[in-house]
């Protein structure tokens, strides 16, 4: 038994089986994580070496080129880069697409411990720490904290308390406190106390990391007991420490209050903070691996609320809220999903011109949506942007086998005056190849996604399993439920005697319509038939003219671009100010403060969170303190009038107006950053080995740049060298006195940036004791010049003086300027490579054109530029790797076609009649290229889905043609008559499913609403591709059809291919009686009967 039979005569099995998918489905759904992307691991590893205060130049050359020649053996690398800042070797690792990045950070720790054997001895240096990178470890939530002036007790406050209570959310990963002012317990020594009584800083810091101390002793033993021995030495209270003994000399202690005062106060401040102007202190949350961003962001407010019912007086300022984001991000897609699904239904109404029909083909799309939710949940999936794209881009697939199937029932209950059940089943029966097929191709698509790697495989899998789920749901409702309720629920008395007679009586609005749609489309057909009969003799005009079309729009190609992804607009931007190298934090703080005025007096302007001394960005802030660098998170209304591309353009003109300033200030592009890691930049990068020689080359390509249109914050990423002030110490006269140079050095560093002794701890927390010199005593050289040294020879354990313990007083001080002198330089601040050699990049950030447009511009402004012997230029990784993904999306869409056209010659039982269909895929192309072109859209990956998209769809027509007029031919049409008249027929199908298929994806094509913008050009090429194909392939495919068939018979010596076309001669089509009389027909073989074939010529009257 066929399965059309099986699905009339057992109506509630079938019936059973799709609620249960349905049901599985609806409990999965509600389970479903909510995400703005699928989860994208990017293959890449981090070394991070952290020596305070060495600069960059020793860094690279003792850590950084070690670690890099190291890690460069580890197999699978695509890459190298490196970053050497003050005091920190950051190393990139990036391997190769599909490489297993866990064993790849096994590999590189084991290299970088190798590496570690050649790294000077200094006890300031940190073991190097090797981290994965993922794109989820950003901020979910940023606040801005205020309410208390005491910004010690506010930022200890939210340290202590808060942030603990807001980790306890589900989902939160870690809270981190940026900004403000850190509790620290100063030990401010007096060198003019230290000179007299003849002792060092270093001395001072001995003496207290020796007192603060707890100290287990052992076990006491009685009788009955033991007890264990601690020897308690903390100090209760910042008071203690100034009793602290430093030496003994002839009896008499000297402590640290007599050289020194201690303050419970705040270390110096290197960063402000502020929220719209007022001082605050940042509180960054950031999200577990894998967590649900909603429901987590949902936890976090549920115990905020908590804080604030706690903590009346603190106000929380949101300044950024990835949620926010995301929850419209899914809403918008879900909302176009349910527009394109209703307009798909309006299509239907309008050609099949009954209530019934159109929703027993409606069925289909929730039937099929719902069930998909259960796969989705099974795969490990999420509710994101990618997934619900995917869902809406099969709305209008989803009809299109039940349409196919529907149109065929009622055809033979028109054509043949079969009553519904048996209708029901020959007329499922007919199609069901054809049906099966043309839904396989579109899965077949698809199914080269799986196999590419990067990013485009890691984005768009998700994608692609959603749409095959969907239409292989969809393909299983149409041959089981369609012909199931057609045959309970369609009157075949209405079809019988003609549509348009049933209807001819209806005077209802609802009988109004359907009559105009019936007249509308019988005018469409006559004038189609009439066309198609004009195009038959004159062939070869129409295959040129559709190719002339097509040739013709290759000339818009260069006009389109192309780009790696579009850029999404989250109503949030980013301001980063670069001041002149050596501008100091005062100064930085005051520009900052006018741009942060500039910014707030914009309308559009909702909430500004800044920070002077360093860098900001929604991964927080950054771990390298700049004095001369200031930057803000800006959200904006979301009510506002104005574009967010239009609020940049106002607000750079005004920020660039800061004499200085060199503003750079971009939108907040989740998706851009979550699939570079933040680099959202074109980059021109100059190699080279001398750091002024290249510094000196950027500024040229600099100003080459500069005003290339479309790119905009043309920077470059290097700074003029840093003043320094650099000591140089005698070595040989040091070593006559008994001092090394890590004495020096490490003399001059606490004396400027303060030596942490020891962390005081007070109810379970603790707090850096450091000791330094008063602000006012190293201001300038001479108050260094004059430090007090003490030799290391004299030093016994835990450095106390040998003297010291024999109560004899200690020889006299040996002051810096006896052994060192000072002088002002220049230092490079940071130094990058990449693939082990040195490079700067200028970068710019592409504004309204496309990125392959930018980067013709530049190589052609770069032809002019004459570089050094030994330099060169390239453009950065990210525009490498989108070549990449586009070669391997190339390679998707040829992997398509050849599966496609196996398929389709496994059908046709033929080599050459592929081709016929195949053939309208470049018909397809053209309204595509003219949809982008006229969108102002470029190229990207998403626009890449769509053309596969619309492979399948294209063919799928192009089956339902080719197939209905081989049979007709088996039936004993000639071939003209076959092709004259199987057009025709298939002409509602057709237009209904092309056009379902495309009204369905016009909300996503308008890319109306935020985070839209990434399916917009996916969802234009199919509705461009749509258009042209489906009014071309109409015409160009039953044409080639002809001419292929002309060249089959010229193959086989002139015999006439009708003769043999090897196909089953018989269709199965059961009786009324066996359908409707035998309630165990499914159990019976024999009960239908095969239909006779069509005397040759007769005609069939056309719908």
């Avoid at 007086?313 to 527009?339: C, M, N, P, T």
């Avoid at 495989?457 to 969907?470: D, K, P, Y």
Wanted: glycine share 8%; with cysteine.
């Amino acid at each position: 038994m066929n399965i059309a039979a099986f699905s009339v005569t057992r109506p509630v099995a079938v019936t059973m089986r799709i609620l249960a998918l349905v049901l599985l489905g609806a409990v999965c759904y509600l389970r479903l994580p909510v995400d703005l992307l699928p989860n994208v691991s990017i293959p890449t590893v981090v070394v991070t070496t952290n020596w305070p205060n060495v600069a960059p130049e020793e860094i690279e050359t003792q850590i950084t080129r070690p670690l890099e020649r190291a890690v460069s053996s580890v197999p699978g690398l695509a890459e190298v880069s490196s970053t050497t800042d003050e005091g920190v070797s950051r190393v990139r690792v990036q391997f190769q697409w599909g490489v297993d990045v866990g064993q790849g950070a096994v590999d590189i720790l084991q290299q970088v411990e190798r590496a570690k054997r050649s790294f000077p001895v200094d006890p300031t240096l940190e073991n190097p720490i090797v981290t994965k990178y993922d794109p989820s470890q950003t901020p979910i939530l940023v606040y801005g904290v205020s309410g208390i002036s005491d910004t010690i007790r506010l930022r200890t406050l939210l340290d202590n308390d808060i942030a603990p209570v807001l980790e306890s959310a589900n989902g939160v990963a870690a809270v981190t406190v940026t900004g403000g002012e850190e509790r620290a317990v100063l030990v401010e020594v007096d060198p003019e106390a230290l000179r007299a009584r003849n002792l060092s800083l270093q001395q001072i810091s001995d003496a207290i990391g020796r007192e603060n101390l707890n100290v287990p002793g052992g076990i006491a033993r009685t009788s009955n007991t033991e007890l264990t021995i601690r020897s308690l030495g903390l100090f209760a209270s910042p008071d203690e420490i100034g009793a602290v003994p430093v030496v003994n000399v002839r009896g008499q202690a000297v402590r640290v209050r007599d050289v020194a005062t201690v303050r419970d106060a705040a270390a110096e401040t290197r960063i402000y903070t502020r929220l719209n102007g007022e001082p605050a202190v940042g509180l960054s949350i950031v999200r577990q691996s894998g967590a649900n961003t909603l429901s987590t962001v949902k936890d976090v407010l549920v115990k905020l609320e908590t804080v604030k019912k706690q903590y009346p007086e603190l106000k929380f300022g949101l300044a950024y809220d990835q949620s926010r984001f995301i929850g419209q991000s899914v809403s918008r897609v879900q909302e176009d999903g349910v527009i394109g699904a209703t307009l798909a239904v309006v299509i239907l109404l309008f050609f099949l011109r009954n209530v019934r029909s159109t929703l027993v083909v409606a069925l289909s799309i929730p039937i099929s949506i719902i069930s998909t939710f259960a796969l989705i949940y099974l795969c490990g999936f999420t509710l994101n942007t990618m997934s619900l794209a995917g869902l809406a881009l099969a709305v209008g697939l989803i009809v299109d086998d039940a349409v196919v199937v529907l149109e065929n029932i009622f055809r033979h209950m028109e054509r043949d005056k079969k009553r519904a059940a048996e209708a029901a089943v020959s007329g499922t029966q007919e199609i069901l190849s054809a049906v099966v097929a043309s839904t396989v191709t579109i899965i077949i698509v698809f199914l080269p996604l799986l196999l590419i790697r990067g990013q485009a495989g890691q984005m768009f899998t998700q994608l692609a399993l959603v749409v095959i789920f969907s239409i292989a749901v969809s393909l299983l409702d149409a041959v089981t439920v369609v012909p199931m309720l057609a045959s309970r629920f369609i009157e075949s008395k209405a079809y019988q005697g003609g549509q348009d007679e049933a209807l001819k009586n209806d005077k209802s609005l609802l009988g109004r319509f359907f009559r105009f749609a019936g007249a509308k489309f019988d005018a469409l057909d006559t004038s189609y038939h009439r066309g198609l009969q004009w195009a038959l003799k004159h062939r070869w005009q129409v295959v040129g003219g559709a190719f002339g079309i097509t040739g013709a729009s290759c000339f818009l190609i260069p006009l389109i671009g192309t780009e790696l992804m579009p850029q999404t607009d989250s109503g949030d931007l980013q301001l980063r100010l670069k001041l002149p190298i050596g501008t100091s934090l005062a100064t930085t703080d005051a520009v900052m403060k006018q741009a942060e005025k500039i910014l707030a007096d914009n309308p559009n302007v909702e909430t500004v969170f800044s920070a002077a001394g360093t860098n900001l960005s929604i991964r927080g802030v950054g771990a390298t303190l700049d004095p001369n660098q200031g930057a803000a998170i800006v959200k904006l209304k979301p009510e506002r009038k104005s574009s967010t591309q239009d609020v940049i353009g106002e607000l750079r003109k005004k920020l660039s107006a800061i004499p200085g300033a060199n503003p750079n200030i971009t939108p907040i592009d989740l998706v851009t950053q979550t699939l570079t890691g933040g680099n959202q930049n074109i980059e021109v990068v100059i190699f080279g080995e001398s750091l002024e020689e290249l510094a000196k080359q950027s500024k040229v390509v600099q100003e080459k740049l500069r005003d290339v249109r479309g790119l905009q914050n043309v920077d470059v990423n290097w700074q003029d060298a840093t003043p320094e002030l650099q000591w140089r110490v005698d070595r040989d006269k040091a070593t006559s006195l008994g001092l090394s140079f890590r004495n020096v050095a490490g003399t001059i560093n606490a004396a400027t940036n303060g030596n942490i002794a020891s962390y005081y701890q007070e109810n379970g927390y603790q707090y850096p004791i450091l000791v330094q010199l008063p602000e006012s005593r190293r201001k300038t050289v001479e108050d260094l010049l004059s430090l007090p040294l003490r030799p290391d020879l004299l030093a016994g354990n835990n450095g106390v003086l040998t003297g010291n313990l024999a109560g004899v007083a200690p020889p006299p001080n040996i002051e810096l300027r006896q052994i060192a002198r000072a002088s002002r330089e220049t230092g490079p601040s940071e130094i990058t490579r990449l693939n082990r050699q040195r490079y700067i990049a200028v970068t710019g950030t592409p504004e309204g054109r496309s990125e392959s447009e930018i980067q013709d511009e530049i190589t052609q402004r770069m032809g002019s530029v004459k570089l050094p012997d030994g330099y060169r230029w390239d453009f950065g990784s990210a525009q490498k790797r989108r070549a990449e993904e586009f070669a391997g999306m190339g390679t998707a869409v040829f992997l398509a076609i050849a599966l496609i056209y196996m398929v389709l010659a496994s059908q046709f039982e033929s080599f050459i009649h592929p081709f016929t269909i195949l053939l309208s895929v470049p018909l397809a192309i053209t309204g595509v290229i003219i949809a982008l072109f006229l969108s102002g859209r470029a190229f990207g990956l998403t626009a890449f889905i769509g053309v596969l998209l619309l492979v399948g769809i294209v063919v799928k027509n192009g089956i339902l043609l080719i197939d209905y007029t081989n049979q007709l031919r088996e039936r004993g049409r000639t071939r003209d008559e076959a092709v004259l008249e199987a057009s025709p027929t298939r002409l509602r199908p057709i237009l209904m499913t092309s056009l379902a298929a495309g009204f369905g994806m016009v909300p996503l094509a308008l890319g109306l609403g935020e985070g839209s913008e990434t399916q917009a050009p996916l969802a234009t090429a199919v509705v461009g591709g749509l258009t042209t194909s489906t009014v071309l392939t109409l015409f160009v495919v039953p044409v080639v059809y002809t001419l292929f068939d002309d060249l089959a018979r010229k193959l086989r010596g002139g015999k006439d291919a009708d003769k043999d076309l090897a196909r089953p001669p018989a269709i199965i089509e059961p009786s009324v009686e066996s359908v409707e009389r035998e309630p165990q027909y499914a159990g019976k073989s024999g009960a239908s009967e095969y239909a006779e074939p069509l005397p040759k010529g007769e005609p069939v009257e056309r719908r």
